[in-house]
C-alpha cells in the first residue's frame, strides 16, 4: 500500500491561504484517486475534495470556489490550496488514497492514510 506524508499546516488569520502536499512513496499512486479530508474538533472526519486518476475533481460545498486541488504524478504528491481561510476550516487535514482510480466519499473506500496535520484559523 501506499504511505502518505502531509505537510504545509500551521495557524493562519481568516482570509489567509494555505497549501498542504500529501508525498506518496510505495504503491501505485499514479492510477489511485486520492483525496483530502478533515476532522474538525469533536466531529466526524468528512471529505473536503478527491482527484481522480485522470485528473477530474470533485468539491464539497464548503471548499467549492475557495480550495483547489492538483496531482502531480511525476512527483508522487498530491496538493491542496486553500484560499480565503475561515475559522470553520480549523481541523486536522487527512490526505487518502482509495483502492483504485474510483473515487468517492466514504472513508471505507480510501485504504492509506497519512497523519492528519493541523491547519488552524483565527478570526
Known amino acids: 500500500q501506499v504511505q502518505l506524508v502531509e505537510s504545509g499546516g500551521g495557524l493562519v488569520q481568516a482570509g489567509d491561504s494555505l497549501r498542504l502536499s500529501c508525498a506518496a512513496s510505495g504503491g501505485t499512486f499514479s492510477s489511485q484517486c486520492m483525496a483530502w479530508f478533515r476532522q474538525g474538533q469533536r466531529k466526524e472526519r468528512e471529505l473536503v475534495t478527491t482527484?481522480?486518476?485522470?485528473?477530474?475533481?470533485h468539491y464539497t460545498e464548503f471548499v467549492k470556489g475557495r480550495h483547489t486541488i492538483s496531482r502531480d504524478n511525476d512527483k508522487n504528491t498530491v496538493y491542496l490550496q486553500m484560499n480565503s481561510l475561515k475559522p470553520e476550516d480549523t481541523a486536522v487535514y487527512y490526505c487518502?488514497?482509495?483502492?483504485?482510480?474510483?473515487?468517492?466519499?466514504?472513508?471505507?473506500?480510501?485504504?492509506?492514510w497519512g497523519q492528519g496535520i493541523q491547519v488552524t484559523v483565527s478570526s
Open positions: 487518502a488514497a482509495a483502492r483504485g482510480s474510483f473515487c468517492t466519499r466514504s472513508t471505507a473506500d480510501y485504504v492509506s
Open positions: 482527484i481522480s486518476s485522470g485528473g477530474n475533481t
